[in-house]
């Protein structure tokens, strides 16, 4: 069988990157990409994680509609002591929107991804995993994980609560085991506790270990992060996929 990757575009793409960041202590809302209409054609996912900073352990409700994919969480159980991400998914259809939460607190961030050409079984999700720093350091590495098939989209999400005035929170992201790495979404904050951001991905070609992934971050902190493989479609001997490989991404506001 062949099997056609996910894919996230690069800004040369038709439809291009799409990122709209804000963060603070009052955010509920989830927005979708702003060029994105869905259209049950597109076969797409999306996929919104959730970045807490500065809270004990929210009573989140996960969106009507939406899965509760992976949770992950650094630090003790006081307010200024702790990490949190969460992350969701759906297969997206024709009219879905902004997505609003509810039952959070502390300062938050959203980003909220649409992924084209996944797997169209019932989960197009492989192996899943979720780590945590608990040392401040300003190197990122996160162990690989061992897909089940070719051309897995291998995505990397990650929360920390570092403050800083740098614009580039992930610099010279690599994985010698993956092609195309790069990110996709970063973003650094001064205010507070902080809460910086970042995404990033590469596809495996072959099935198997897809190695470490590293990454210099401009400040010692403690993050958390997941990693998800996604599948792709089997195109059943080398044809093309319809709807395209895109992806967009969205950021909450």
């Known amino acids: 069988m062949a099997i ?3 894919y996230i575009p690069i800004a040369g793409d038709p439809e291009g990157n799409y990122t709209r960041g804000s963060q603070g202590s009052a955010l509920n809302v989830a927005s979708k990409p702003t060029a994105y209409t869905p259209a049950t054609a597109d ?3 999306g996929i919104i994680s959730l970045g807490l900073c500065n809270t004990t352990a929210p009573a989140v409700t996960t969106p009507s509609g939406w899965t509760l994919l992976e949770t992950t969480s650094q630090g003790g159980t006081v307010a200024g002591d702790s990490v949190r991400q969460y992350t969701y998914w759906r297969r997206l259809v024709t ?3 902004d997505v609003t939460f509810s039952g959070i607190t502390g300062n938050r961030f959203f980003v909220y991804t649409v992924i084209l050409g996944p797997d169209t079984s ?3 999700f492989g192996t899943i995993t979720s780590g945590v720093q608990n040392t401040a350091t300003s190197s990122l590495s996160i162990s690989g994980i061992t897909t089940g ?3 897995s989209l291998v995505l990397y999400i990650i929360s920390s609560e570092l403050s800083s005035s740098s614009t580039n929170f992930l610099s010279s992201p690599a994985n010698a085991s993956l092609a195309s790495v790069r990110e996709h979404y970063e ?3 001064t205010n507070g506790t902080g809460n910086s951001r970042g995404q990033a991905s590469g596809e495996l070609v072959t099935a198997g270990a897809s190695g470490t992934f590293t990454a210099t971050m401009p400040g010692s902190n403690v993050h958390v992060w ?5 599948k792709g479609i089997d195109s059943g001997g080398g044809g093309t996929v319809l709807g395209g490989r895109t992806s967009l991404l969205g950021v909450g506001r």
């Open 4 to 6: 056609t990757a996910p």
């Open 43 to 45: 076969n797409a996912i």
């Open 95 to 97: 009219g879905d929107g």
């Open 122 to 124: 019932a989960s197009p």
């Open 149 to 151: 098939q070719n051309n």
């Open 187 to 189: 973003t650094c904050v």
């Open 226 to 230: 997941t990693t998800i493989e996604v």
